[in-house]
């Protein structure tokens, strides 16, 4: 759900990542969205699961997620993960 994907972001960047992970995973119930699962990988990281980071990140990437998927301003972030992630 994009409602909730948007609402989860907006958590994320206020600093509230445990909020965020809650709206996030309720979109995900709703709508399988490569860029929910990106999104989930940053809030996770956020809040100190890099696991649960790397898992959500991995699966954004597999749905086919890229760089140029996301939006200008969530390139950095993208790019970081890959290369904290990438084996």
């Given amino acids: 759900d994009i409602y909730l994907d948007t609402r ?7 600093g509230r ?12 119930e709703q709508a399988q969205r490569p860029e929910t699962l990106f ?3 940053l809030a996770n990281e956020k809040r ?3 696991a649960e980071a790397q898992r959500w990140f991995r699966k ?6 890229t760089e140029k ?6 390139q950095a972030d ?3 993960l890959r290369v904290q992630f990438t084996n």
Avoid at 8 to 14: D, E
């Fill in 8 to 14: 989860g972001v907006a958590h994320l960047r206020a």
């Fill in 17 to 28: 990542p445990q909020q965020a992970v809650s709206d996030l995973t309720a979109g995900l």
């Fill in 39 to 41: 999104h989930l990988a």
């Fill in 48 to 50: 100190g699961s890099t």
């Fill in 60 to 65: 954004a990437v597999d749905a086919g997620l």
């Fill in 69 to 74: 998927d996301v939006h200008p301003l969530e």
């Fill in 78 to 80: 993208f790019n970081r």
